[in-house]
């Protein structure tokens, strides 16, 4: 079956890194577009960061660009994100999701999710 599995998540203090991973599993994954979303408490789930099937192209969320960069190994069947310079305000839960269609940032083109990892930056 599909499965997301993300990891790396913690908690940090403002103007840290943590690196984010997100496992697939039960698809093929160079089929799909990868994409991060975050849902902060009391707050829709916000679209983060996508990137397309090969690696080459990528978009981001206005509150992240220039800090966080996302990247793909699809040989490893594994997506990433990098962030810098976190803020308090990108405390939030981060999904991965994968979407069949071609590169987007709405979540409702993603077709699969995962759980979940934590993130709290603390100032």
């Known amino acids: 079956q599909v499965q997301l599995v993300e990891s790396g998540g913690g908690l940090v203090q403002a103007g840290g890194s943590l690196r984010l991973s997100c496992a697939a599993s039960?698809?093929?994954?160079?089929?799909?577009?990868m994409g991060w979303f975050r849902r902060a408490p009391g707050k829709e789930r916000e679209f983060v960061a996508t990137?397309?099937?090969?690696?080459?192209?990528?978009y981001y969320g206005d509150s992240v660009k220039g800090r966080f960069t996302i990247s793909r190994d699809n040989a490893e069947n594994t997506v990433y994100l990098s962030m810098n310079s976190l803020k308090p305000e990108d405390t939030a839960v981060y999904y991965c999701?994968?979407?069949?269609?071609?590169?987007?940032?709405?979540?409702?083109?993603?077709?699969?999710w995962g759980q979940g990892t934590q993130v709290t930056v603390s100032s």
């Open positions: 999701a994968a979407a069949r269609s071609g590169t987007t940032t709405r979540r409702g083109d993603y077709d699969h």
């Open positions: 039960g698809f093929t994954f160079s089929n799909y577009v």
């Open positions: 990137i397309n099937r090969g690696g080459g192209t990528t």
